[in-house]
Protein backbone atom coordinates (compact mmCIF):
# COMPACT_ATOMS: atom_id res chain seq x y z
CA UNK A 1 0.00 0.00 0.00
CA UNK A 2 1.58 3.26 -0.90
CA UNK A 3 1.61 6.05 1.21
CA UNK A 4 -1.35 8.31 -1.04
CA UNK A 5 -3.39 4.80 -0.30
CA UNK A 6 -2.24 4.55 3.16
CA UNK A 7 -3.06 7.94 5.02
CA UNK A 8 -6.86 8.11 4.03
CA UNK A 9 -7.36 5.01 5.51
CA UNK A 10 -5.37 6.14 8.41
CA UNK A 11 -7.43 8.93 9.23
CA UNK A 12 -10.15 7.31 8.48
CA UNK A 13 -9.65 4.83 11.49
CA UNK A 14 -8.27 8.55 13.34
CA UNK A 15 -11.85 9.49 12.44
CA UNK A 16 -13.80 6.42 13.75
CA UNK A 17 -12.25 7.29 17.99
CA UNK A 18 -14.81 9.89 18.17
CA UNK A 19 -17.31 7.21 17.72
CA UNK A 20 -16.24 4.95 20.19
CA UNK A 21 -15.78 7.91 22.16
CA UNK A 22 -19.15 9.35 21.71
CA UNK A 23 -20.83 6.08 22.20
CA UNK A 24 -19.34 6.34 26.23
CA UNK A 25 -21.84 9.91 26.70
CA UNK A 26 -24.96 8.05 27.27
CA UNK A 27 -23.89 6.86 30.19
CA UNK A 28 -21.73 9.42 31.64
CA UNK A 29 -24.55 11.69 31.22
CA UNK A 30 -26.40 9.48 33.37
CA UNK A 31 -23.70 10.00 36.06
CA UNK A 32 -23.70 13.58 36.20
CA UNK A 33 -28.13 13.83 36.33
CA UNK A 34 -28.85 16.82 38.12
CA UNK A 35 -26.73 19.08 36.24
CA UNK A 36 -27.72 21.28 34.05
CA UNK A 37 -27.37 20.74 29.93
CA UNK A 38 -25.63 24.39 28.84
CA UNK A 39 -23.93 24.00 32.28
CA UNK A 40 -22.78 20.67 31.60
CA UNK A 41 -21.69 21.44 28.43
CA UNK A 42 -19.56 24.60 29.52
CA UNK A 43 -18.07 22.33 32.01
CA UNK A 44 -16.92 19.73 29.76
CA UNK A 45 -15.48 21.81 27.17
CA UNK A 46 -13.74 24.08 29.68
CA UNK A 47 -11.86 21.08 30.70
CA UNK A 48 -11.43 19.98 26.91
CA UNK A 49 -10.17 23.46 26.29
CA UNK A 50 -7.65 23.58 29.39
CA UNK A 51 -6.14 20.27 28.98
CA UNK A 52 -5.44 20.99 25.01
CA UNK A 53 -4.05 24.19 25.38
CA UNK A 54 -1.74 22.46 28.47
CA UNK A 55 -0.47 20.27 25.71
CA UNK A 56 -0.11 22.70 23.17
CA UNK A 57 2.03 24.54 25.53
CA UNK A 58 4.31 21.95 26.53
CA UNK A 59 5.08 21.10 22.93
CA UNK A 60 6.29 24.65 22.87
CA UNK A 61 3.25 25.59 20.27
CA UNK A 62 2.75 29.08 19.88
CA UNK A 63 -1.33 29.32 20.88
CA UNK A 64 -1.67 32.76 19.83
CA UNK A 65 -1.20 31.98 16.35
CA UNK A 66 -3.22 28.92 16.41
CA UNK A 67 -5.97 31.73 17.10
CA UNK A 68 -5.24 34.02 13.85
CA UNK A 69 -7.68 31.71 11.59
CA UNK A 70 -9.88 33.36 8.91
CA UNK A 71 -13.42 34.28 9.83
CA UNK A 72 -15.33 32.10 8.30
CA UNK A 73 -13.25 28.93 9.64
CA UNK A 74 -14.23 30.19 13.15
CA UNK A 75 -17.67 30.43 12.08
CA UNK A 76 -17.62 26.99 10.54
CA UNK A 77 -16.34 25.45 13.49
CA UNK A 78 -17.80 26.91 16.29
CA UNK A 79 -20.79 26.78 14.52
CA UNK A 80 -20.51 23.04 14.19
CA UNK A 81 -19.32 22.44 17.81
CA UNK A 82 -22.09 24.96 19.54
CA UNK A 83 -24.51 24.93 17.05
CA UNK A 84 -25.66 21.36 17.52
CA UNK A 85 -25.14 21.16 21.06
CA UNK A 86 -27.96 24.41 21.02
CA UNK A 87 -30.30 23.13 18.62
CA UNK A 88 -29.64 19.21 20.76
CA UNK A 89 -30.53 21.19 23.74
CA UNK A 90 -33.84 22.91 22.39
CA UNK A 91 -34.92 19.94 20.44
CA UNK A 92 -34.91 17.94 24.00
CA UNK A 93 -36.82 20.64 25.53
CA UNK A 94 -39.66 21.03 23.13
CA UNK A 95 -40.29 17.52 21.97
CA UNK A 96 -40.22 13.95 23.07
CA UNK A 97 -36.63 12.68 23.68
CA UNK A 98 -37.49 9.59 21.21
CA UNK A 99 -38.80 11.59 18.44
CA UNK A 100 -36.04 14.34 18.72
CA UNK A 101 -33.33 11.55 18.66
CA UNK A 102 -34.98 9.91 15.59
CA UNK A 103 -34.46 12.97 13.46
CA UNK A 104 -31.41 13.88 14.81
CA UNK A 105 -29.86 10.94 13.60
CA UNK A 106 -30.35 11.54 10.30
CA UNK A 107 -26.71 13.41 10.61
CA UNK A 108 -24.64 10.19 9.08
CA UNK A 109 -27.01 9.84 6.34
CA UNK A 110 -26.57 13.51 5.56
CA UNK A 111 -22.68 13.37 5.61
CA UNK A 112 -22.71 10.70 2.96
CA UNK A 113 -24.86 12.31 0.45
CA UNK A 114 -23.44 15.72 1.05
CA UNK A 115 -20.09 14.38 0.54
CA UNK A 116 -20.69 13.90 -2.88
CA UNK A 117 -20.48 17.58 -3.54
CA UNK A 118 -16.84 17.97 -2.29
CA UNK A 119 -14.43 18.13 -5.16
CA UNK A 120 -13.48 15.01 -6.58
CA UNK A 121 -15.92 12.73 -4.36
CA UNK A 122 -18.33 10.13 -6.00
CA UNK A 123 -21.24 8.97 -4.35
CA UNK A 124 -21.73 5.27 -5.50
CA UNK A 125 -25.04 2.95 -4.76
CA UNK A 126 -23.50 1.24 -2.03
CA UNK A 127 -22.41 4.15 0.06
CA UNK A 128 -26.45 5.50 0.01
CA UNK A 129 -27.57 1.85 0.87
CA UNK A 130 -25.25 1.40 3.55
CA UNK A 131 -25.88 4.49 4.77
CA UNK A 132 -29.55 3.77 5.27
CA UNK A 133 -29.18 0.11 6.20
CA UNK A 134 -27.25 1.88 9.62
CA UNK A 135 -29.79 4.50 9.56
CA UNK A 136 -32.76 1.52 10.18
CA UNK A 137 -30.43 0.05 12.50
CA UNK A 138 -30.30 3.44 14.66
CA UNK A 139 -34.10 3.98 14.39
CA UNK A 140 -35.00 0.61 16.19
CA UNK A 141 -32.38 1.61 18.89
CA UNK A 142 -33.81 4.66 19.42
CA UNK A 143 -37.27 3.34 19.13
CA UNK A 144 -36.63 0.95 21.78
CA UNK A 145 -36.89 3.81 24.61
CA UNK A 146 -40.38 4.52 24.20
CA UNK A 147 -43.01 4.93 22.15
CA UNK A 148 -43.27 7.40 18.50
CA UNK A 149 -45.71 9.94 18.41
CA UNK A 150 -45.12 12.26 16.28
CA UNK A 151 -47.18 15.29 17.29
CA UNK A 152 -48.28 19.08 16.02
CA UNK A 153 -47.15 20.83 19.20
CA UNK A 154 -43.86 19.75 19.09
CA UNK A 155 -42.83 21.21 15.71
CA UNK A 156 -40.22 23.63 16.78
CA UNK A 157 -38.62 20.62 18.62
CA UNK A 158 -38.89 18.44 15.84
CA UNK A 159 -37.22 21.64 13.92
CA UNK A 160 -34.73 22.20 16.13
CA UNK A 161 -33.86 17.75 15.62
CA UNK A 162 -33.84 18.93 11.76
CA UNK A 163 -30.97 21.59 12.06
CA UNK A 164 -28.94 19.57 14.61
CA UNK A 165 -28.55 17.28 12.07
CA UNK A 166 -28.04 19.65 9.22
CA UNK A 167 -25.65 21.47 11.20
CA UNK A 168 -23.51 18.22 11.92
CA UNK A 169 -23.27 17.10 8.60
CA UNK A 170 -22.69 20.97 7.21
CA UNK A 171 -19.32 20.86 9.68
CA UNK A 172 -18.52 17.51 8.83
CA UNK A 173 -18.08 18.12 5.65
CA UNK A 174 -17.36 21.97 5.07
CA UNK A 175 -14.47 20.35 7.22
CA UNK A 176 -12.50 19.00 4.12
CA UNK A 177 -12.29 22.62 2.85
CA UNK A 178 -10.11 23.30 5.88
CA UNK A 179 -7.59 20.66 5.80
CA UNK A 180 -4.57 22.94 5.73
CA UNK A 181 -6.03 24.16 9.21
CA UNK A 182 -3.71 22.37 12.07
CA UNK A 183 -6.31 19.91 14.10
CA UNK A 184 -4.62 21.45 17.22
CA UNK A 185 -7.00 24.46 16.39
CA UNK A 186 -9.79 22.75 17.69
CA UNK A 187 -8.75 23.88 21.07
CA UNK A 188 -9.77 27.36 20.30
CA UNK A 189 -12.84 26.04 19.23
CA UNK A 190 -13.67 24.41 22.40
CA UNK A 191 -12.86 27.49 24.26
CA UNK A 192 -14.99 29.65 22.47
CA UNK A 193 -17.84 26.83 22.98
CA UNK A 194 -17.60 26.91 26.38
CA UNK A 195 -18.29 30.69 26.30
CA UNK A 196 -21.39 30.43 24.48
CA UNK A 197 -22.07 27.55 26.12
CA UNK A 198 -22.11 29.07 29.60
CA UNK A 199 -23.60 32.55 28.28
CA UNK A 200 -26.82 30.54 27.52
CA UNK A 201 -26.35 28.89 31.18
CA UNK A 202 -26.65 32.28 33.06
CA UNK A 203 -29.63 33.24 30.47
CA UNK A 204 -31.75 29.63 31.02
CA UNK A 205 -30.58 27.89 33.67
CA UNK A 206 -29.51 28.25 37.43
CA UNK A 207 -26.04 26.64 38.71
CA UNK A 208 -25.81 23.55 40.47
CA UNK A 209 -22.68 22.96 42.12
CA UNK A 210 -21.60 19.42 40.97
CA UNK A 211 -20.16 16.63 43.87
CA UNK A 212 -17.17 14.66 43.60
CA UNK A 213 -18.32 12.03 41.62
CA UNK A 214 -20.04 14.73 39.20
CA UNK A 215 -17.09 16.83 38.71
CA UNK A 216 -15.21 13.79 37.83
CA UNK A 217 -17.72 12.41 35.40
CA UNK A 218 -17.50 16.19 34.03
CA UNK A 219 -13.74 15.94 33.66
CA UNK A 220 -13.74 12.21 32.12
CA UNK A 221 -16.19 13.84 29.03
CA UNK A 222 -13.93 16.56 28.92
CA UNK A 223 -11.13 14.71 28.01
CA UNK A 224 -13.15 11.99 25.87
CA UNK A 225 -16.53 12.11 24.45
CA UNK A 226 -16.79 16.48 24.69
CA UNK A 227 -12.96 16.90 24.23
CA UNK A 228 -10.26 14.18 22.21
CA UNK A 229 -13.17 13.17 20.06
CA UNK A 230 -13.90 16.66 18.68
CA UNK A 231 -9.90 16.58 17.12
CA UNK A 232 -10.05 13.01 15.97
CA UNK A 233 -13.23 13.71 13.85
CA UNK A 234 -11.50 16.82 12.78
CA UNK A 235 -8.85 15.03 11.87
CA UNK A 236 -10.99 12.42 10.31
CA UNK A 237 -13.20 14.58 8.56
CA UNK A 238 -10.61 16.70 6.82
CA UNK A 239 -7.82 13.56 5.26
CA UNK A 240 -10.12 10.47 5.46
CA UNK A 241 -13.03 8.89 4.05
CA UNK A 242 -16.02 10.95 4.49
CA UNK A 243 -18.52 8.95 3.34
CA UNK A 244 -17.30 5.61 5.24
CA UNK A 245 -16.89 7.82 8.17
CA UNK A 246 -20.92 8.72 7.84
CA UNK A 247 -21.83 5.07 8.11
CA UNK A 248 -19.64 4.03 10.80
CA UNK A 249 -21.37 6.93 12.82
CA UNK A 250 -24.44 4.92 13.43
CA UNK A 251 -22.28 2.22 15.54
CA UNK A 252 -22.67 5.05 17.81
CA UNK A 253 -26.26 4.75 19.21
CA UNK A 254 -25.31 0.82 19.10
CA UNK A 255 -22.08 0.92 20.92
CA UNK A 256 -23.55 3.63 23.63
CA UNK A 257 -26.69 0.84 24.03
CA UNK A 258 -24.22 -1.97 24.59
CA UNK A 259 -22.68 0.32 27.27
CA UNK A 260 -25.60 0.85 29.00
CA UNK A 261 -26.83 -2.96 28.74
CA UNK A 262 -23.30 -4.14 30.44
CA UNK A 263 -24.10 -1.34 33.00
CA UNK A 264 -27.24 -2.61 34.02
CA UNK A 265 -29.15 0.79 33.11
CA UNK A 266 -30.71 -1.01 29.57
CA UNK A 267 -31.91 -4.38 28.76
CA UNK A 268 -30.37 -6.58 25.99
CA UNK A 269 -33.21 -8.01 23.40
CA UNK A 270 -34.36 -9.12 19.98
CA UNK A 271 -34.33 -5.35 18.57
CA UNK A 272 -30.58 -4.73 19.70
CA UNK A 273 -29.45 -7.85 18.15
CA UNK A 274 -31.53 -6.90 14.66
CA UNK A 275 -30.10 -3.25 15.12
CA UNK A 276 -26.69 -4.60 15.43
CA UNK A 277 -27.07 -6.57 12.47
CA UNK A 278 -28.29 -3.55 10.20
CA UNK A 279 -25.42 -1.54 11.46
CA UNK A 280 -22.83 -3.52 10.92
CA UNK A 281 -24.16 -4.84 7.72
CA UNK A 282 -24.51 -1.25 6.50
CA UNK A 283 -20.92 -0.59 7.48
CA UNK A 284 -19.40 -3.34 5.47
CA UNK A 285 -21.67 -2.46 2.62
CA UNK A 286 -20.66 1.26 2.63
CA UNK A 287 -16.73 0.04 2.54
CA UNK A 288 -17.21 -2.61 -0.31
CA UNK A 289 -14.98 -1.34 -2.54
CA UNK A 290 -12.32 -0.86 0.08
CA UNK A 291 -12.46 -4.72 1.12
CA UNK A 292 -12.44 -5.42 -2.63
CA UNK A 293 -9.38 -3.49 -2.96
CA UNK A 294 -7.70 -5.30 0.40
CA UNK A 295 -8.57 -8.41 -1.07
CA UNK A 296 -7.40 -7.96 -4.27
CA UNK A 297 -3.89 -7.01 -2.66
CA UNK A 298 -4.13 -10.17 -0.30
CA UNK A 299 -4.05 -12.30 -3.32
CA UNK A 300 -1.24 -10.65 -5.32
Given amino acids: MNAAQQTPNRATLIGAVAILLWSTLAIFTTMTEGIPPFQLLALTFLVAFCISTLILLIRGEKIIRRGKLHLVVWIVSVGGLFGYHFFYFVALRNAPAVEANLINYLWPLLIVVFSSLLPGERLRWFHTAGALLGLSGA???????????????????????????????????????????????????????????????????????????????????????????????????????????????????????????????????????????????????????????????ATE
Avoid at 163 to 187: D, G, K, M, Q
Avoid at 202 to 215: C, D, F, I, K, R
Wanted: proline content about 3%; aromatic content about 10%; some cysteine.
Fill in 139 to 297: FLLVALKGNISFQSESIGGYLAAVACAVIWATYSVLNRRFEHIPTASVSGFCGMTALLAFLCHLVMESWVTPNLAQLFYIILMGLGPLGLAFFVWDYGTKHGDLRLIGVLSYSTPLLSTLLLILFGKAEASLLVLISCTLIIGGALLASKDKLKRAGER
